[in-house]
């Protein structure tokens, strides 16, 4: 009886070695890079898996919280989310409130949910209840407020961009209270980090002090990091190549937005392909996102749903060229609930599995790459704008 005791518990132990030695081995193939290097990621990033296309949702909607049943079914196809500028507004009369009810509701569903809080570092969107002054009735009325902001030089007036009134980020005072705002914001609405929109800091209102004002978008940033603390994410948009040097050192995640279609040019997509790359072996996440092919602001079909689902094929196409460990797809034709996040995409569902490897461009100058995955086999052509992804039978 001793015996078979010893047996059973030597053979419970090789059997754990073994599943611990397999789930070693199946680490090592999700977290390897293209270079064949391994991806190093934080102990505060979400779960990355191949097992089908790893995606990253955005959305708001000022009108309304989200149903349960919207929950549910964005919960079953990602866990790495943000809440858009707006969201809740007119239901619970602040966007913080908005982000909190939901970060609430996806914990719920999945505990392991990560859920980003946004903030503009160069609009002041009047959403949250923390920079609902920032109109130009109550700015012209709070002369403290108004030295947040930037003036138009040709006009005089203050600057604005789509509604919105510019913050300075050469203020710092302006720093302190963003800084401690968005932490506050990130806290308040049981966040697991935050989303920075715009990079720039205004420069094309003072384009004699574009290197002043990068050093302050990066200590702006680096603080906010910090005050947010080691275990929180902090995503900034578009801060890669020379669009923003001074915040990508101290950014967790980084988006590749492509708003408009010459963003995803044959060469900006080829470019973005090796920044992804150097972001993985940076051990930073990376967002590629592609809005669908042939819209964009104030050009949108009627029937943008359906056109979505034509379009899908290229877009995740050029997504899985150049995907490393940690590289998420986001697809959508615009920011709010109904642009995208609540489509159901069969083809983002199918069994993907790692990359066997690096894509390959056919020919030195030519514009067609291929990639093999273990359950999918890309071609993209990024001239034509043609693709065809193999999946697996």
Not at 23 to 28: G, Y
Not at 46 to 72: A, I
Not at 169 to 174: A, S, Y
Not at 230 to 252: C, W
Request: glycine fraction near 8%.
């Amino acid at each position: 009886m001793k015996r078979l005791f010893i047996f059973m518990l030597v053979y419970a132990i090789a059997a754990a070695l073994g599943v611990a030695e397999g789930r070693s081995r199946l680490d090592q193939r999700s977290l390897r890079i293209s270079d064949g290097s391994i991806f190093k990621p934080q102990r505060f990033y979400p779960e990355f898996s191949w097992d089908t296309t790893p995606r990253y949702f955005m959305f708001g909607d000022k009108n309304r919280l989200l149903t349960p049943e919207q929950v549910e079914f964005i919960a079953a196809q990602t866990d790495f989310i943000c809440i858009e500028k707006s969201h809740g507004l007119k239901s619970l009369g602040a966007a913080e409130l908005g982000a909190k009810h939901e970060a609430a509701a996806f914990k719920k569903v999945n505990p392991d949910m990560k859920v980003l809080f946004y903030f503009n570092a160069a609009y002041a969107w009047p959403y949250t209840s923390y920079n609902k002054g920032f109109t130009k009735e109550n700015v012209e009325e709070n002369p403290k407020l108004k030295r947040a902001l930037v003036t138009n030089p040709k006009t005089g007036e203050l600057a604005d961009r789509y509604g919105a009134l510019c913050y300075d980020v050469l203020n710092p005072d302006f720093r302190r209270w963003w800084v401690n705002t968005v932490a506050k914001g990130v806290e308040e609405a049981g966040c697991d980090g935050a989303f920075i929109d715009q990079m720039h800091g205004n420069v094309e209102f003072r384009k004699d002090k574009k290197e002043e004002i990068e050093q302050a978008m990066g200590e702006m940033m680096k603080a906010l990091k910090y005050k947010l603390g080691r275990d929180k994410i902090l995503l900034a948009n578009n801060a890669y190549g020379n669009g923003a040097p001074t915040v990508y050192p101290v950014s967790d995640a980084i988006m590749f937005e492509n708003y408009a279609r010459v963003k995803s040019s044959k060469e900006s997509l080829l470019a973005e392909w090796g920044h992804m790359l150097q972001q993985a072996q940076d051990g930073k996440i990376s967002v590629f996102r592609l809005g669908v092919e042939g819209t964009w602001r104030g050009h949108m079909q009627p029937n943008m749903p359906e056109l979505s689902q034509e379009k899908a094929e290229f877009a995740l196409a050029c997504y899985l060229i150049g995907a490393q460990p940690y590289s998420y797809f986001l697809y959508s034709w615009g920011w709010k609930l109904a642009t995208g996040p609540l489509v159901e995409y069969p083809e983002f569902k199918k069994p993907l599995g790692p990359p066997k490897g690096a894509y390959k461009r056919t020919t030195p100058d030519g514009w067609e790459f291929t990639r093999e995955f273990e359950h999918a086999s890309v071609w993209v052509n990024t001239e034509t704008r043609e693709a065809k992804i193999t999946w697996e039978e």
